[in-house]
C-alpha cells in the first residue's frame, strides 16, 4: 500500500540525494580520492551531530562540478529516488554554497536538463529552490539571491535556508528575504532545533510560506494556534530527523510528528538527504505507518498537504490533486505483508 501511494516530495536535497555509487563515480571523474567508501560515508549511524553529517553533505557537494554532473544527480532523484517511489512532483533544494568554486548558472544548466530528461523518461515534473547557507554572512545570502535574480528562470521557484542553525539564527537574513519577496520568489527555511519563537521569525520577518521541519512549534501553544489557524504548511523528514533527535529523539517513536499532526497543523513528509539517512520516499511513509499506525487516509492526507504546500500555481495545483486523488483511490486500504512487520 505505501508503495503505491503518491507522493509530493517538498523537502529533498539534491547534494544528499547522490547514490553511493554515483559518489565514488564523481569521485574518480575527478581524481578526488575518498577517505572513505561511499557506502562508509553514508553511515548514517556514524553522525555524531549535525556537524559531522554537514561534513560528509559538503564533501560530496565538492564532487558535482560541472554541468554534466548536475544533470546526473538531478535526474538519478528525480527516477530512481522519486519517480520509482511514486514522486509526482518535487521541490529540489539546491545548495550552491555546497558547491565551491562551481558558477550558479553552471548549477542551473545542469539541473534543468536532468529535470527535463527526467519528465519525458518518467513523468515526473520538477521545480527548484535555492538553499542560502546560514553559516555564511548576510551578506553572502544577499549575494546569492542577486544571482537567483540575475539568472531567472521559471524552474526556480524560491529560496530556502539552511546548515546549522544554531551557527545561523534566522534574522540574519532579513535583508536577503526582503529582496527575494521583491522579486516574487517563494520563501522557505529550515527550522529543527529551536527555539520555538523561530517560527514566528519566519513568518514576521522572513515573510516565509512554509517551515522545513519545525517540530518545537509544538512546545508553543499559542504558536501552534497561529499555525494551524493561518495554515502554515511543515515540511517533515521522519528518518532523517529521528536519526538527527529533532522529531523523535532519536526512540523511532516519531512523537513530534505525532503531536503536529493531533494538534491540526499542515504537515508533509518528505526524505531530506535519503541515501545518506539510508531511507527514500516510500520509506519514510512506511515508518510512520509502522511507528504511528497511520492508514492509507493518513497517509494521503500528508500528500494533500503538500499539494496544497507547494509553490505551482491554482491550475497546476488542481491538476497535480487531481492525479493524487484518481491514484489514491486506486490504492487499497492495507499494507501489504512485508510492510506491516
Known sequence: MVAALPKISLHCHLIGSVAPATVADLARKHDVPLERSAEELYDHHSYADLGEFLRVLDVVGSLIRDADDFHRVTYESLTAGGADHGVLYREVHLSPPGHPGVAYRTILDGVLAGAR???????????????????????????????????RVEEVLGIGLDYAEVDGPPGRFVEAYELAARHGLRRTAHSESGPPHHVEVLLDRLGCDRVDHGYHVVDDPA??????????????????????????????????????????????????????????????????????GYRRDQLAAFTRNAVEACWLDGTDQAALLATVEERVAATPDAPAPEEAA
Open 117 to 151: 530528461d527526467a519528465e519525458t523518461d518518467t513523468g515526473v515534473r520538477a521545480r527548484f529552490l535555492v538553499g542560502l547557507c546560514r553559516e555564511r554572512s548576510g551578506a553572502a545570502a544577499v549575494e546569492l539571491v542577486e544571482q537567483v535574480v540575475e539568472h
Open 223 to 292: 504558536i501552534t494556534r497561529r499555525c494551524v489557524e493561518e495554515r502554515v504548511p511543515f515540511t517533515c523528514t521522519p528518518v532523517s530527523s529521528d536519526i538527527g533527535r529533532y522529531s523523535g529523539s532519536g526512540d523511532g517513536t516519531h512523537r513530534r510528528i505525532a503531536e503536529m499532526v493531533d494538534a491540526g497543523l499542515l504537515v508533509t513528509i518528505d526524505s531530506d538527504d535519503p541515501p545518506m539517512f539510508g531511507t527514500d520516499p516510500t520509506h519514510d511513509y512506511r515508518v510512520l505507518a509502522h511507528a504511528l
